[in-house]
Each structure stands twice: as C-alpha cells, then as structure tokens.
C-alpha cells in the first residue's frame, strides 16, 4: 500500500489549521486541550529525540529533514521531475522511517515496559539515593585502591561551592563508578596526579590542585594528599577520602581535621552521615518547618 504524503498544502492549511483556529474562537474552552495536546507532542517529540540522539538514527534524521527541505524547495522553484521523484520517495517514507527506526522504536517500548520508565521520561532517582549509591562506589573505589597501595584524593563538594578548585583539573561530567575511579588514580596515567572532585552527583574534574595545609601542629608524617585534603576540608565544608600511596591506609579530611586509618565499615558510615544524613535531616526539617509557619499564618 503507497500512502500519498503528496497533499495539497493550501487545502490542508484552509480545511484543518484555518477550521482548529475557528474552532477555539468559537469554544475558548478548547485552548485548555490545545495546550495540553501540543505540551505532550512536544515532550513526546523531545524523548524521541533524547533516544536516537547520539546514535546512528540521529544522522538519518538529518538525512530526513534534508529531503523533505529539497522536495520542499523543488515545488517552490516548479522543478517538476526533481519533485515528482522526491514526492515519490516521500510517499513511502513512513514505513522507511518504521525500518531505520526499528531498533529505536524497541527499545523505548521495552522501557515503558517495564521498571525503567521513570528513566524513559528523564525522571532521576531521588537525590539522596543517588548520593548514597555515589558513596557506595567511592567506597569500593577506596578499598580497592588501598589494597594496591594506590595513592587517591577525592573531594566530596557539599554546599559551598568549589568551582576554582575544579577549573583547575580536567573536566569529566562523567557517572560515578568504581572502575573509572580506580582507573583513574593508577600510577603513570595523566590523570592520577591531583584530586578528584564530585559535584552534583558527578565527578566533575580530575587531575584538580588543591591547597596545602600549612598548620605547624599537623604532623609532620602526614604527606602532600593529606595535607591538601586537610587544606580544602577548612576552606570548605568539603569532605575528602585520602588513599595513602606509602601505606595503603584510609583517611578522611572535613572541617580542617584527620580521622586516619578507618575501615571500609568506618568509611562508609562518616560519609553517609556527613553527606546524606545531616544534610537531608535538615532540608526535611526546613521544609516542615515552612509549612507549620504557612499553616500558622492562614489559621
């Protein structure tokens, strides 16, 4: 079956776009589900477009548009043949679009199918279950490190911005995981040189220089890593996880002091409760303490 996409544009305009516009004159009512409906196409148009980007279907996309613009072009300047065999391809294009699409097509209604929909519509997980998972990592990161006695400085940024300590490394944007961490801080590789900063959720720089402490009361043991986490950790409400490169050993810097050689156990428990727990204990308390103050205020 062919499906004529050839349509006469001027009846098209006057007996569909012009009558929908009468239509809402007649019924401002209707304006209400005109939105509604062109807000869901857009956001339909905007996920399909977040599933092909990226991939080889965005460049048939482009190849698309270019047809449709050359078949548009060649009716304009009444290139008859040129148009008749563009219209003739265009009659056809939307089982062609079904064929290249295929792969894409499967894959968006595999995740309406099933748990990962929320993801399908860009909805993320909740924050502080994203930050406990990011924790998990460092952690696991951490561990493996020590095992090797690979040095590793990673920067947890919290509510005071470290923006100049992170243009000072290479920027990353990238997921956290265990494996890039460790990959990161292996010996002789450009990157393992500096700290490693996550920012929102992401680790947003490598290769970062932080400052030195210079109090004369901290040991004199102590090495560069631990001294620039301690550095930060003042200037900042920063918490770092410090991998010592001379004995394996885990550390971690906030407001300016050292709690040393702690276990996985440890690590993990001094993260979630400075990062996740005191932080969204007291957003959670903030917002319950708005809504007393509105309720209060229209009793």
Same mark, same amino acid.
Request: aromatic letters at 6%.
């Given at each position: 079956? %062919?499906?004529?996409?050839?349509?006469?544009?001027?009846?098209?305009?006057?007996?569909?776009?012009?009558?929908?516009?009468?239509?809402?004159?007649?019924?401002?009512?209707?304006?209400?589900?005109?939105?509604? &409906?062109?807000?869901? %196409?857009?956001?339909?148009?905007?996920?399909?477009?977040?599933? %092909?980007? #990226?991939?080889?279907?965005?460049?048939?996309?482009?190849?698309?548009?270019?047809?449709?613009?050359?078949?548009?072009?060649?009716?304009?300047?009444?290139?008859?043949?040129?148009?008749?065999?563009?219209? #003739?391809?265009?009659?056809?294009?939307?089982?062609?679009?079904?064929?290249?699409?295929?792969?894409?097509?499967?894959? #968006?209604?595999?995740?309406?199918?099933?748990?990962?929909?929320?993801?399908?519509?860009?909805?993320?997980? +909740?924050?502080?279950?994203?930050?406990?998972?990011?924790?998990?990592?460092?952690?696991?990161?951490?561990?493996?490190?020590?095992?090797?006695?690979?040095?590793?400085?990673?920067?947890?940024?919290?509510?005071?911005?470290?923006?100049?300590?992170? &243009?000072?490394?290479?920027?990353?944007?990238?997921?956290?995981?265990?494996?890039?961490?460790?990959?990161?801080?292996?010996?002789?590789?450009?990157?393992?040189?500096?700290?490693?900063?996550?920012?929102?959720?992401?680790?947003?720089?490598?290769?970062?220089?932080?400052?030195?402490?210079?109090?004369?009361?901290?040991?004199?043991?102590?090495?560069?890593?631990?001294?620039?986490?301690?550095?930060?950790?003042?200037?900042?409400?920063?918490?770092?996880?410090?991998?010592?490169?001379?004995?394996?050993?885990?550390?971690?810097?906030?407001?300016?002091?050292?709690?040393?050689?702690?276990?996985? +156990?440890?690590?993990?428990?001094?993260?979630?409760?400075?990062?996740?727990?005191?932080?969204?204990?007291?957003?959670?308390?903030?917002?319950?303490?708005?809504?007393?103050?509105?309720? &209060?205020?229209?009793?």
């Amino acid at each position: 079956m %062919v499906i004529n996409l050839g349509m006469n544009w001027e009846s098209f305009y006057k007996e569909n776009i012009m009558s929908y516009i009468k239509s809402l004159q007649e019924n401002p009512f209707e304006l209400v589900t005109f939105i509604l &409906d062109l807000a869901i %196409v857009i956001f339909l148009v905007y996920c399909f477009f977040k599933i %092909v980007r #990226g991939s080889r279907a965005w460049q048939l996309i482009k190849g698309i548009a270019l047809l449709i613009v050359a078949t548009c072009i060649s009716g304009v300047l009444n290139l008859k043949i040129l148009n008749w065999i563009l219209t #003739g391809i265009m009659n056809l294009g939307v089982i062609a679009i079904i064929v290249i699409f295929q792969p894409e097509l499967r894959r #968006g209604l595999e995740q309406l199918g099933t748990n990962k929909l929320t993801k399908f519509f860009g909805i993320d997980k +909740d924050i502080s279950t994203k930050t406990k998972e990011d924790i998990y990592k460092v952690v696991i990161a951490a561990t493996e490190l020590s095992k090797t006695k690979t040095g590793a400085l990673i920067v947890f940024e919290r509510d005071i911005k470290i923006q100049d300590i992170i &243009d000072t490394g290479i920027p990353m944007n990238a997921e956290v995981s265990p494996q890039l961490l460790v990959n990161i801080f292996e010996p002789k590789t450009p990157l393992h040189d500096g700290a490693v900063v996550i920012s929102g959720n992401k680790i947003a720089s490598a290769a970062c220089v932080l400052p030195l402490a210079d109090d004369k009361d901290i040991a004199k043991e102590l090495g560069t890593r631990h001294r620039a986490a301690i550095g930060i950790s003042k200037e900042s409400d920063s918490i770092v996880v410090i991998v010592s490169e001379e004995t394996g050993k885990m550390s971690v810097a906030k407001d300016g002091t050292l709690i040393a050689d702690v276990r996985e +156990d440890v690590l993990k428990k001094i993260l979630i409760s400075n990062i996740v727990t005191k932080r969204f204990t007291v957003e959670k308390k903030e917002r319950l303490k708005n809504i007393k103050i509105k309720k &209060d205020k229209k009793q």
